[in-house]
Nanobody
Framework: VQLQASGGGFVQAGGCLRL?????????????MGWYRQAPGKQREVVPA???????KYADSVKGRFAISGDNAKNTVYLQMNELKPEDAAVYYC?????????????????WGQGTQVTVSS
């Protein structure tokens, strides 16, 4: 299984971007999904995440501006980012917990996308 993230780029403050993360491979189920970001000199932080129980958590700094969604048929998770601010600039990573069959057994595995850069100018 591989994750392919896309949609990052350069945008002015107040603008919007939509990130996508597609999972390729034989996937039984997406159990949990999330987006994380890491700015230079800072730790990676969760932006929004949906747990296997279905609860959604957003970082306080993005509440009301960002929205996570998923398309199980396409094995794709999205991050809609509106009203972007310079402090949102970072490399964004998608994270999926997937049920796949490996060596004949079903199991849950954790995958990370390669990261996509978001730059916001003031």
């Amino acid at each position: 299984v591989q994750l392919q993230a896309s949609g990052g780029g350069f945008v002015q403050a107040g603008g919007c971007l939509r990130l996508s993360c597609a999972a390729y491979g034989t996937i039984r189920e997406i159990n949990a999904m999330g987006w994380y970001r890491q700015a230079p000199g800072k730790q990676r932080e969760v932006v929004p995440a949906i747990t296997s129980g279905g609860s959604v958590k957003y970082a306080d700094s993005v509440k009301g501006r960002f929205a996570i969604s998923g398309d199980n048929a396409k094995n794709t998770v999205y991050l809609q980012m509106n009203e972007l601010k310079p402090e949102d600039a970072a490399v964004y990573y998608c994270n999926l917990k997937l049920t796949i069959r490996w060596l004949g057994e079903l199991g849950e595995y954790n995958y990370w996308g390669q990261g996509t850069q978001v730059t916001v100018s003031s």
